[in-house]
Every structure is written in C-alpha cells, then in structure tokens.
C-alpha cells in the first residue's frame, strides 16, 4: 500500500512512495503526529540522482523487518533537499557542526518540536569499516529517548542555541577594493593544482564560479596567471572523464585528482554554470576547444534535459540498468575495448582506443574505461574521429538510459536561460537562445505569481507547493538580465525587476543589508538559514549581489546599487580567507571595481546589419558585469535607451561607467577598444 508520498510532485519523493516505510512529506501534521504519539522524528535528506540516497533506500528502506520498527518508533519524514533547500540547509548546518562533515543522504533524528539532537548521513544494513548499522542506530536513539529523554531534549536545546549564535551580519562592511581581490587571487594560486587544473586535492568539483572570478579578473587587470587558471582547467576538464566526450556535459564531480573518473550524475546547474565559463573562455581567448565545450553543453542540456513544456529537468541518474537487470553507477557511459570492436570493428576500435583513452585493464571498474581526450602527438584524421564518436554515441544511445529527474527548479533554470541566452547569441545559434525564452515563459507562466512570487518547482506543467527561496530570485533574475540582453525585449528586465524587488523587500535585513536564504513570511525553522558562500552554484547571497547589481546598472537604480554593495561586504571578509568558496561573489566585486559598465545600442531597428553588428560587439566585450540594451532611439524598452539618438542617421554605441559617458561611436572596432580597455 502506497504511503503518504504518493500524491508529491517530487520524483525523489515519488522513488519512495511503495515503500513499506510509512513516510509523511515534511509538514506541521508530520510533527503533531510525532507529539500525539510521543516519539522521536526520524528525518532524511537525498534527491533523486543521489547515488548513496539509491544505495540506503535499497537496503534499509525497502526492508520489511527495518520499516516495522521504523513505523513502530518514529514517525519518518522524507525530505527532497531539492525541493527544501531551507530545511536542508537548516539540518546540514547542524550536522557539520556537531560531525565535521556532511553529505546526502542526510539521516537526522529530531524531537516532535523539530529540534535535532542525533546525526549521520548514510547507514549501513550491517556494521561495516567502524560504522554501526541502521537498525543499531535505530535502536540506540529509541532507548536514548525511553529512557534519557531529559538528556535528548538538553542537547537537542543546547544545538539549537549553538545554530541561533551563528548569525551573519557583514551588509554593512564596505564592498572589497584590489586589494582583497588581489588576496583572493593570491589564495587561490596557492591551492591551485598546475599539474591537472582546478583546486585542491581528490574529490576534485568543476570550480565555475571561481573561473568566472579569473575571467573577469584578467579582463579588468590584464594579470595573465588568472587567465592561465582558467584557461588550464578549462582543458584539463574537457579533455577529462569528468567531460562526455560522446554526448557532451560534465558529471558532478571527479573522484580522482586528474578528472579521469566521474561520479557519473549530471546536473543541470553544473552543465548550465560550465557552459556559460566556457562561452566565456572563448570571448576572451577565442579558444576552439571552448567553443565546442560550450556548444556540445548547451546542446547537451536542450537534447537531454529539456522538459515537454520547455523547461529543464534537474539531473540525470549516474546509475543506468548494465543490461542485465542490475542498476549500475556510469554503465551508460564507460567503455571495454571488446565493446568498441562490437560497434567499430577491429581497426576503427584501435583507433577510438588511442584516441579516447580506452585500455585493457580500464579506467574504471572490471575493465571498463571513461572515455576521455589524452593529449596526444602526430596527425589526428578529424573525419574519422568525428565517425567513430557518432557511431559509439548510436551504440550508447540504444543503452538503458539513466533516470531522469524531471522536476523544473527556478533558479538552477535561472542558470540555464543565461548560459543558453548568451552561447546562441555568441555562436549565431538562435535555437538556443529560442530555448532560454522558452524555459523563461514557463516560468513566468507557471512559476510566478501575480505578486510576482516564485514558486520553487514545477513537474509536467504542475507547480510545486514550495515557496521559491533567495537563490531562485537571485538566479532567475539573472536569466531575465541576460535574456534581455540577448534579445533586446525589455519585458525581460521588468521581470528581473519585480524579483529583485521581492529581494529588497523579503529577504534583506533593512538594518544591516544582509541576506537570508528563505523570506521574512516563509515557514518558520529552527533557524532562518543563511549561507554567502558558493557551494554546487552560487549562494543566493551572492547571485543576489549580482542581479541587483546587474538591474541598477540597467536602470539606475540607487537602492539596488546600494542593496548589491552592502551584500558584497561578506566576500570583503571572506575573499580573502576563502576564495574557493564565494567565487562568484569575487565576480560580482569585480563588476562594481569595473563600473559595470552601461552599453546602449540604437539602430533604425533590431533587424538592421549596422544595429546587429554593433549589438553583438557589445556581447562579446569582456568587461566585467557589463549589461547591455539594444532598440530603436527613444524605445521605452529599456531605460538607457533613453535621450541617446542614432549619429548621423547611423546606429550608434553608448558606452557609460561611474556616471560618465565616452562620445558615442559608430564603429565596431571602435566598440570593441572601448570594452576591452
């Protein structure tokens, strides 16, 4: 008999709902039922491409026996941390400050008031490498709350308070100048692995964030060893496991320090982060390898990702069926050299063994290989190559596909109108820039309110009950930023205006300037959770700073300029300390150190060569953070259209920074010095 799960929209939710664990969704009724029957809340945290969150339903949570005791004991709560990253947020915070470390599935046991007072992520069924099992663990909680429930509630309490002393308070720092950036930059060639690109050791995570902070920071500088950062791990990525080098888009992470192995699932914050850094490499370096990265992503992501009803999906499994019925982790996408010489024949399997990387003891598990790019000496036949990997993508295609997990999240497809806006307008590709309009209607349609609230989820045209939290304002309305950019429709910047007002209004202390990650009047927690720094994707806290940056560069706006350089007082103290970790806030601040600059383009109209050229000199340009509007003189689309008249008859470039205005030029080449100084 189904649980109460059945009816959520979540598809990780919805992975559970057959088991015989009587599972509630998080709600008050949830914890009135734990009261009623006087007993602890055993709460877990996962999502649907969790491989361990697979691995512990399997063994724990579809087991009779383990289920009747949970039933009997507790009352257990499932929690999509995808859906509620509030409340994930809220428990992660407190099991990494009583265990030093956290991860999914997240296995925490409350009291009925929701205080949490025992932690662990991932149990195993029987005691293994010094970790007791689920059904010791279950036990022990059971008898500690029969029998010490005074001891429980005390720690449960003191936790509590520890959380509610943890406050950030930095809006009103000042916003970082050169010199904590050029700290950040400093710490950051410190930790920085020149050998195999990217940061620190094994897990080795794609730092977007931090190389959109490198890009910028050497287009306003000129300081070539953040170039060679960048320009270095964007290689060492590419050419890596952790890259498909069939289909295109990156896995999560590598667990080795050479991005050879991939923990397989894809995401679609990660391929939406990555392809806008590589559309980036290529404005500042014209790199051929960025190029095709970029294009191979974003046609990645509208290929696989994209939704009936034009959004995108949030991930793909990193376990598939391996053709014998057994699920799994990468048995979509790893290779043995008998089943290239199955697909290939025996000369053309050589070939796609040489060139991908493929060996008879594997990469990876019995004998299998990751495919990647090793950099390799002599004559490569392009056509051949380009044969070989059309025919293995065939042979994969016809696999068992990893699961989907089809729930649109605001402001991870936020992430993939910018990347998508951009790659179509630099690569002449307006099937991708159609595909971020379409996912940025969806939103509006279905995810936005007449408040112009946001609501965090959508499944096939359904939304969610939950509340859109501080990064789906932030992200999104960076997506409406960079659409209209793009595509020259001002509806898009009155969009971004609505949220990053709701930003000003819900999410700001208004005495101090800082940000919380969930609004004044959303569901009350434990805490209020609050976190500056960039884990998978940017921190609400940052993306805030930077759509209200964005938008006040757009309309000049002094309470939004304002809002976004008070909440640039965090990466003040922690840039310098930490730059891994608020990468994109270093961006942001390096858009405020630059202006942003304002680029207004007028033309007789948008379909004009002169207007077009001009619009599109403008994109390309490197300065950081700088927005651009493009229409007709005196279009009421964007404000700084506004008194700005074509010279001569002819289109005409406006560039302006720190209230100052260069003469207004007709020349492309001349637009392109100007941004580029």
């Known amino acids: 008999m189904p649980n109460r799960l059945a009816h959520e929209t979540s598809p990780y939710l919805l992975q559970h709902a057959d088991n015989p664990v009587d599972w509630w969704p998080w709600s008050a009724e949830a914890f009135e039922e734990a009261r009623k029957r006087n007993v602890p809340v055993l709460l877990s945290i996962g999502y649907s491409s969790c491989h361990w969150c697979h691995v512990m339903a399997h063994e724990s949570f579809e087991d009779q026996e383990t289920a009747e005791y949970l039933n009997a004991h507790y009352v257990s709560v499932k929690v999509d941390r995808e ?141 070539e060893g953040a170039l060679q950062m960048a320009s270095d791990t964007c290689e060492r990525m590419a050419r890596g496991g952790i890259y498909d080098q069939l289909g295109g ?20 914050y990660d391929n939406a982060l990555l392809c806008r850094v590589y559309a980036h490499l290529w ?202 950019s793009v595509t020259g429709e001002g509806v898009w910047l009155e969009f971004a205006g609505f949220l990053v007002d709701h930003v000003l209004a819900r999410f700001t202390d208004p005495e101090s300037g800082s940000l919380y990650d969930t609004a004044a009047d959303a569901e009350r927690l434990i805490r209020r959770p609050q976190d500056p720094t960039d884990n998978a994707a940017p921190s609400g806290w940052s993306a805030a700073a930077g759509a209200l940056l964005g938008y006040a560069a757009h309309t000049g706006s002094e309470p939004h300029r304002t809002a976004a350089e008070k909440a640039l007082g965090v990466v003040k103290a922690l840039g310098p300390r930490v730059p891994r970790f608020i990468g994109w806030g270093l961006a942001v601040a390096e858009a405020v150190l630059d202006g942003p600059r304002e680029v207004a383009v007028v033309g007789p109209s948008l379909d004009d060569a002169g207007t077009r050229a001009l619009h599109r000199t403008a994109l390309l340009g490197t300065a950081p953070g700088a927005v651009v509007a493009v229409g007709v003189p005196e279009s009421e689309e964007f404000p700084l259209l506004s008194a700005r008249p074509l010279v001569g008859g002819e289109p005409a470039a406006y560039v302006c920074r720190n209230f100052t205005c260069d003469a207004p030029t007709t020349e492309v080449d001349r637009l392109r010095a100007v941004l580029s100084d």
């Open 83 to 223: 859906e509620r990253p509030d409340v994930d947020a809220v428990y992660m915070e407190a099991v990494q400050a009583a265990t030093g470390q956290g991860g999914w599935p997240m296995t925490v046991f409350l009291t009925p008031d929701a205080e949490p007072f025992y932690f662990g992520t991932y149990f195993p069924p029987a005691p293994r490498q010094g970790m007791p099992s689920f059904r010791q663990v279950l036990q022990g909680v059971h008898q500690a709350w029969d029998e010490r429930r005074d001891e429980v509630t005390e720690v449960a309490g003191k936790i509590v308070r520890d959380l509610a002393g943890r406050e950030i308070s930095y809006g009103d720092a000042q916003t970082p100048g050169e010199e904590e950036l050029a700290q950040a930059l400093l710490g950051l060639t410190r930790e920085y692995d020149p050998q195999r690109g990217g940061f620190g050791g094994a897990p080795k995570f794609p730092p977007s964030m931090v190389l959109e902070f490198l890009l910028r920071h050497h287009a306003r500088t000129g300081a």
């Open 249 to 268: 888009g990156f896995a999560r992470y590598s667990v080795d320090r050479d991005w050879v192995v991939p923990h397989f699932e894809k995401m679609l």
């Open 283 to 484: 404005r500042a370096t014209g790199s051929e390898l960025a190029r095709r990265v970029a294009l191979e992503t974003a046609d990645f992501m509208v290929r696989e990702l994209r939704t009936n009803e034009g959004g995108f999906a949030s991930a793909l499994d990193a376990d598939s069926d391996d053709g014998t019925g057994k699920h799994v982790e990468g048995a979509y996408y790893v290779w043995t050299p008998e089943q290239l010489r199955e697909v290939l024949g025996e000369q053309d399997a050589d070939l796609a063994a040489r060139h991908f990387g493929v060996t008879e003891e594997g990469t990876f598990e019995e004998g299998a290989s990751v495919l990647q790019l090793p950099v390799r000496d002599g004559f490569v036949d392009a056509g051949k190559v380009a044969s070989v990997r059309e025919r293995l993508l065939a042979a994969r295609s016809r696999r068992p596909a990893p699961g989907r997990d089809d729930k649109v999240v605001a402001a991870w497809n936020g992430l993939a109108i910018a990347a998508l806006a951009e790659t179509g307008a630099y690569f002449d590709r307006p099937d991708l820039v159609e595909a971020a309009v379409a996912a940025a209607d969806l939103l509006v349609r279905l995810h936005l309110d007449e408040q112009a609230r946001l609501t965090r989820t959508s499944k096939d045209g359904h939304a969610g009950a939950n509340a859109g939290v501080l990064e789906d304002y932030a992200d999104v309305a960076e997506g409406f930023l960079a659409l209209a």
